[in-house]
């Protein structure tokens, strides 16, 4: 098990802890616990965890790996292009 108050968190491991563990998301709670967790789901929809959650709920072939990230790379380079006429 891997101590979180060891010296990994600072130091030449950082960046492989975070690989690891990912970003903290952090949310101030102010008004309502509601509004907190409203945020919350609002950043982790927007970092992609909550698609990276169902996609390793399960083994994923590398045929089926390989045509996924080939999508993923199509559907980016036309939501940019469509940017870029907007603009």
């Not at 979180?4 to 952090?26: A, F, I, V, Y």
């Not at 970092?47 to 990276?52: N, P, R, V, Y």
């Not at 709920?57 to 045509?67: F, G, L, M, N, T």
Request: with cysteine.
């Amino acid at each position: 098990m891997l101590n979180l108050h060891s010296p990994l968190k600072s130091g030449p491991w950082r960046n492989c802890l975070e690989t690891l563990l990912g970003r903290p998301l952090e949310v101030e709670v102010r008004d309502s616990i509601e509004k907190a967790m409203k945020i919350l789901k609002q950043k982790m929809s927007k970092e992609g965890i909550l698609q990276e959650i169902k996609r390793r709920r399960y083994h994923e072939k590398p045929s089926v790996k390989r045509k996924r990230k080939i999508r993923e790379a199509r559907k980016r380079r036309r939501r940019e292009a469509k940017r870029r006429v907007v603009r």
